[in-house]
């Protein structure tokens, strides 16, 4: 059973950055893409990152300019660089990993952003 387990979230203050990882415990084929997504009290989960397996990036309007995804196959890990970090960005962050015929889903972690 493949597991994904995410690090790096935690409290900052805002205008700072946190880097989130996501590591899968053994290699996953036919992956189609990666992807962060989060969730706040009160809200439905939201796309905020994705990088397709052709390295097509697509973002959030929200997180536009200031999030960067990023990954390391030989690592199986997807990164989200969270920069100049904004009490709206507060909420769990969780990774997916999409494949052919599989979805996987990370445990999450907390990111709160102080004001």
């Known amino acids: 059973q493949v597991q994904l387990v995410e690090s790096g979230g935690g409290l900052v203050q805002a205008g700072g950055s946190l880097r989130l990882s996501c590591a899968a415990s053994?290699?996953?084929?036919?992956?189609?893409?990666r992807a962060w997504y989060r969730q706040a009290p009160g809200n439905e989960r939201e796309l905020v990152a994705r990088i397709t397996s052709g390295s097509t990036t697509n973002y959030a309007d929200s997180v536009k300019d200031r999030f960067t995804i990023s990954r390391d196959n030989a690592k199986n890990t997807v990164y989200l660089q969270m920069n100049s970090l904004k009490p709206e960005d507060t909420a769990v962050y969780y990774c997916?990993?999409?494949?052919?015929?599989?979805?996987?889903w990370g445990q999450g972690t907390q990111v709160t952003v102080s004001s």
């Open positions: 053994e290699t996953i084929f036919n992956i189609l893409a």
């Open positions: 997916n990993v999409a494949a052919l015929g599989r979805s996987y």
